[in-house]
T-cell receptor, first 117, second 114 residues
Framework: DAGVIQSPRHEVTEMGQEVTLRCKPI?????LFWYRQTMMRGLELLIY????????DSGMPEDRFSAKMPNASFSNLKIQPSEPRDSAVYFC???????????????FGPGTRLTVL | AQSVTQPDIHITVSEGASLELRCNYS??????LFWYVQSPGQGLQLLLK??????LVQGIKGFEAEFKRSQSSFNLRKPSVHWSDAAEYFC????????????FGTGTRLKVLA
C-alpha cells in the first residue's frame, strides 16, 4: 500500500491567494483527519471525517478554512484567503475503525509545508 | 478538557545511552495513551499505545512506556539509543466527548550524539 498521499509537498503562496491541499487516504480506511503543525501550537486537529461525513470541525480556526471529502479516496483542505499566520505543516491521517474507540492506529501522510508570504 | 504536557522540548543523548522522554496527561478517567515518532520530513508513526491492563507496554523499535496513574505519567523509554532514533516524539491522549480525537503534546526533539 502506498500509504497516505498528500499533495503538494510544499506550497508557497502570497497572502490573499486561495490554497488547496489534497489528501488520498489509505484504501479501506473510513476515518480521515486533518492536522496543522506549528512551532507555537504543536499538532492540532482541524477536522475529521467518518465515511466521508465531517464529524468534528471544532478545530478549524476560521471561516477561511474549509474541508471536503467528496468520496472515500479523496479529501481537500482549502484556505481562502490565505494569511501569513496560516504558514504551517498540514498533515492528513487516516484510520480504519475496529469498533473500539482509539484501538485503530492513525496513519499519517508526509505533510504539506505551506508558506504564505 | 484533556491535555498533554511534554516538559522537555529538546533532549540530547549519546548513542548507546538510555533514554526517557516524559509525558504527563490530564484526564478524568482511564486514558487512552499513545507515543508517536516523527522523523525529519516524514509524517507521524505510532510507536506504542496503552488502553488498559499491563502498565508496561512494548512498542516498535525497542521502545517501551510505563503508565503510572498516581503520577499521571506515560514516559517513553529505550535502554540503548541508536543514531537512527533522532527524531521528534509526541505523546498523545485520546479524548472521548461526543466525538473522539487525539490531543497531542508539543513534542520532544531528540538528538543523538555519535
Amino acid at each position: 500500500d502506498a500509504g497516505v498521499i498528500q499533495s503538494p509537498r510544499h506550497e508557497v503562496t502570497e497572502m490573499g491567494q486561495e490554497v488547496t491541499l489534497r489528501c488520498k487516504p489509505i484504501s479501506g480506511h473510513d476515518y480521515l483527519f486533518w492536522y496543522r503543525q506549528t512551532m507555537m501550537r504543536g499538532l492540532e486537529l482541524l477536522i475529521y471525517f467518518n465515511n466521508n461525513v465531517p464529524i468534528d470541525d471544532s478545530g478549524m480556526p476560521e471561516d477561511r478554512f474549509s474541508a471536503k471529502m467528496p468520496n472515500a479516496s479523496f479529501s481537500n483542505l482549502k484556505i481562502q484567503p490565505s494569511e501569513p499566520r496560516d504558514s504551517a505543516v498540514y498533515f492528513c491521517a487516516s484510520s480504519k475503525s475496529t469498533g473500539l474507540a482509539f484501538s485503530d492506529e492513525q496513519f499519517f501522510g508526509p505533510g504539506t509545508r505551506l508558506t504564505v508570504l | 478538557a484533556q491535555s498533554v504536557t511534554q516538559p522537555d522540548i529538546h533532549i540530547t543523548v549519546s548513542e548507546g545511552a538510555s533514554l526517557e522522554l516524559r509525558c504527563n496527561y490530564s484526564y478524568g478517567a482511564t486514558p487512552y495513551l499513545f507515543w508517536y515518532v516523527q522523523s525529519p520530513g516524514q509524517g507521524l508513526q505510532l510507536l506504542l499505545k496503552y488502553f488498559s491492563g499491563d502498565t508496561l507496554v512494548q512498542g516498535i523499535k525497542g521502545f517501551e512506556a510505563e503508565f503510572k496513574r498516581s503520577q499521571s505519567s506515560f514516559n517513553l523509554r529505550k535502554p540503548s539509543v541508536h543514531w537512527s532514533d533522532a527524531a521528534e516524539y509526541f505523546c498523545a491522549v485520546g479524548e472521548i466527548s461526543g466525538t473522539y480525537k487525539y490531543i497531542f503534546g508539543t513534542g520532544t526533539r531528540l538528538k543523538v550524539l555519535a
